[in-house]
């Protein structure tokens, strides 16, 4: 039975191959198939930006290698800013909820 971080880890690579598999290179997430993985997977952030070409900046700054692909590695790393993105928000909640004691 694996743990929590050992399935959330699973979870990562199993969503990234799942987006990735569908066209072009089985191991890289081209254009199309990271908006699909940012739709479906992604949506409430997707939300909270208003500019409609967030795909394609995000794109560009994910793709650390310059081949117009985002490989595992560069998906983690948008993956890891999310996460510190959200763990600001939850500190920043529980120091509220402390602040209400
Ligand atoms: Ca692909
Ligand atoms: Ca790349």
Not at 8 to 15: C, D, G, R, T
Not at 51 to 65: G, I, S
Not at 83 to 93: D, P, Q, V
Request: charged share 30%; with cysteine; net charge negative.
């Amino acid at each position: 039975m694996p743990s929590e971080l050992e399935h959330a880890m699973e979870s990562l690579i199993m969503v990234f191959h799942r987006y990735a598999g569908k066209e072009g290179s089985p191991g890289t997430l081209s254009r199309r198939e990271l908006r699909t993985l940012m739709e479906s997977e992604l949506s409430g952030f997707l939300k909270s930006q208003k500019d409609p070409t967030v795909v394609d900046r995000l794109m560009k700054d994910l793709d650390a290698n310059r081949d117009g692909e985002v490989n595992f590695e560069e998906f983690v790393s948008l993956v890891l800013g999310l996460s510190m993105a959200c763990e600001e928000c939850y500190r920043m909640r529980l120091r509220k909820t402390q602040s209400w004691k």
